[in-house]
C-alpha cells in the first residue's frame, strides 16, 4: 500500500476531468511533463494544448448522466488502471438566487455536484486496487458560502462534504484529497453569466493553482487552500462568526468569491 504521505510523480495513472482548459488544462499538461500518464475529458478539445500531450483525449459532457461512468470506464482501460483520479469539472453561475431558472439550477447541481460524485463512485474500485488517490476540486465559495452564487457554492459545498465522506469511508485504502481555491484566471469567468468584478482578492493565475493540484497528487494531503491564506477565511468564521459576517458583507458585490 502507498503511504499517505509523498509519492512519485513518474508514471502515475491519471484522469482528469475538465481537462479542454482552465485549471484542468494546466494540471493536464505539468502531471504529464512530470512523467505521468494523463487521460483527459472534456467538451472540446479542438483548441486544447493538452490533447498533445495525453494520452486520450475524451469529448463528452459530463451533464449527460452516462457520461461519467463512461469516462471512467475509458480512461481506466487505456491506461491499465487508475492511480489518481482528478475531478475537476466544473461551470459557475451569479445572480439572484431567486432569478434563477430550473434549467439553470439543474445543471449547477448536475455539473458541479452530480458528477463528481458519480465519477467517484464509477472510480471507486480501480483506486481501492491501485491504492490510489482521489482529488476533489471545490472552491473557497463552497466551504464557506456565497451571495450571489448560492447554488454554485452549495454544490461546491456538497463536494466538500462528499471529501470529508469519502476520506473516513475508503481509509486506508484510498486517499482524498480536497482542493479549495480562490479566484483563478480562467475562462471559467467569461462563460457564465456575469464577469469577475471584485477589487479584492485579485484572481490568482491559472499556472499557481494548477501547481497546488500536482503538489496535492504528490504529497496527498487532506485539504489544500489556495492561495494558503484563504484557510484563515472558514476559521474566521468558525471562531468569529460575528466578524465574518461583516467583513463578508463588506467586500460582497456581484463578482465571485472562487474558482
Keep these: 500500500m502507498r503511504p499517505a504521505g509523498s509519492q512519485p510523480l513518474e508514471g502515475l495513472r491519471v484522469l482528469v476531468t475538465g481537462a479542454s482548459s482552465g485549471l484542468g488544462g494546466l494540471t493536464s ?3 504529464a511533463f512530470a512523467g505521468c500518464r494523463v487521460v483527459g475529458t472534456g467538451r472540446s478539445f479542438a483548441r486544447a494544448p493538452a490533447r498533445l500531450v495525453l494520452e486520450a483525449a475524451i469529448e463528452l459532457d459530463l451533464l449527460e448522466r452516462a457520461a461519467p461512468a463512461e469516462v471512467v470506464g475509458t480512461a481506466a482501460t487505456t491506461l491499465g488502471g487508475l492511480d489518481v483520479v482528478i475531478s475537476n469539472a466544473g461551470a ?3 445572480g439572484p438566487y431567486e432569478s434563477m431558472s430550473e434549467a439553470d439550477l439543474d445543471e449547477q447541481l448536475a455539473l458541479n455536484l452530480r458528477a463528481p460524485m ?22 473557497i465559495a463552497g466551504v464557506v458560502g456565497v451571495a450571489g452564487e448560492v447554488a454554485y457554492s452549495s454544490a461546491k459545498g456538497g463536494v466538500a462534504r462528499l471529501a470529508d465522506g469519502l476520506r473516513e469511508e475508503w481509509y486506508p485504502d484510498v486517499v482524498v484529497s480536497l482542493v479549495a481555491p480562490a479566484a483563478i484566471d480562467t475562462p471559467f469567468f467569461a462563460r457564465r453569466n456575469r464577469p469577475y468584478t471584485r477589487t479584492w482578492p ?3 493565475p491559472t499556472q ?8 496535492a497528487v504528490e504529497r496527498r494531503p487532506a485539504e489544500v487552500y489556495v492561495p494558503y491564506w484563504v484557510a484563515l477565511v472558514p476559521r474566521l468564521r468558525g471562531a468569529l ?3 465574518y459576517r461583516h467583513l463578508a458583507r463588506l467586500f460582497r458585490d ?3 468569491a472562487g474558482r
Aim: glycine share 8%; hydrophobic share 45%.
Design 118 to 139: 458519480q465519477v467517484a463512485r464509477t472510480a471507486a474500485p480501480y483506486l481501492r486496487e491501485s491504492h490510489g488517490q482521489l482529488v476533489l476540486v471545490s472552491s
Design 208 to 215: 499557481k493553482a494548477a501547481a497546488a493540484v500536482v503538489r
Design 92 to 94: 459557475g453561475w451569479a
Design 202 to 204: 485579485h484572481p490568482i
Design 241 to 243: 462568526p460575528g466578524t
Design 254 to 256: 456581484t463578482g465571485s
Design 29 to 31: 499538461l505539468m502531471l
